[in-house]
Antibody
Framework: QVQLQESGPGLVKPSETLSLTCSVS?????????WGWIRQPPGKGLEWIGN???????FYNPTLKSRVTISLHTSKNQFSLRLTSVTAADTAIYYC??????????WGQGTLVTVSS | SYVLTQPPSVSVAPGQTVRITCGGN??????VHWYQQRPGQAPVVVVY???GRPSGIPERFSGSNSGNTATLTISRVEAGDEADYYC?????????????FGGGTKLTVL
């Protein structure tokens, strides 16, 4: 069973950079598929942040593109998210997920990141 | 960018059938996926590619897609179906790939 697990700081100061890692087990991220990040502000809906193809091509939500970087770390079977210049509006539960094509079939449990001084 | 529109909430009595809609421009030409999110949990796909059902998802969950509306149908609703439901599509009409979510629909079982 494929499993994903998010990790990273739960608290980030305004204007700083949010960094999260997704560790994948039972599937090699270099073998195929897209690997993505989705977030959910408290009490609100899901927002796609971006995906990275197993060969490295990246695709970002246009509303976040200027601040987002998603990278693969194949030796550790992980992929990561960096979001710069964060504000309180970036407070959310951040999920990592696998996308075989257009849907997301496996999700991490999510991690809450709060932006506050 | 492509927009998906869902009703904020629907309610249904146990044992009845509920339909949750997802509107989008010519959505019938796209593959629509539906996710169930129970409180405090990660989303789970319940219907993929308009009407496919992942293993482990009850046959009570079904989907359809035509024209400008996709529909998730839940038959013989149970208390455990109470959750938020999101539709999602992949869209490239803006010249780059986007994975787009609808705003979500809260299903209340009366």
């Amino acid at each position: 069973q494929v499993q994903l697990q998010e990790s990273g700081p739960g608290l980030v100061k305004p204007s700083e950079t949010l960094s999260l890692t997704c560790s994948v087990s039972a599937y090699s991220i270099s073998s195929g598929y897209y690997w993505g990040w989705i977030r959910q502000p408290p009490g609100k809906g899901l927002e796609w942040i971006g995906n990275i193809f197993h060969r490295g091509a990246t695709f970002y939500n246009p509303t976040l593109k200027s601040r987002v970087t998603i990278s693969l770390h194949t030796s550790k079977n992980q992929f990561s998210l960096r979001l710069t210049s964060v504000t309180a509006a970036d407070t959310a539960i951040y999920y990592c997920a696998r996308s075989p094509s257009t849907a997301f079939d496996y999700w991490g449990q999510g991690t809450l990141v709060t932006v506050s001084s | 960018s492509y927009v998906l529109t869902q009703p904020p909430s629907v309610s249904v009595a146990p044992g009845q059938t509920v339909r949750i809609t997802c509107g989008g421009n010519n959505i019938g030409s796209k593959s629509v996926h539906w996710y169930q999110q129970r409180p405090g949990q990660a989303p789970v796909v319940v219907v993929y590619d308009d009407s496919g059902r992942p293993s482990g998802i009850p046959e009570r969950f079904s989907g359809s897609n035509s024209g400008n509306t996709a529909t998730l149908t839940i038959s013989r609703v149970e208390a455990g179906d109470e959750a938020d439901y999101y539709c999602q599509v992949w869209d490239s009409s803006s010249g780059h790939p986007d994975w787009v979510f609808g705003g979500g629909t809260k299903l209340t079982v009366l």
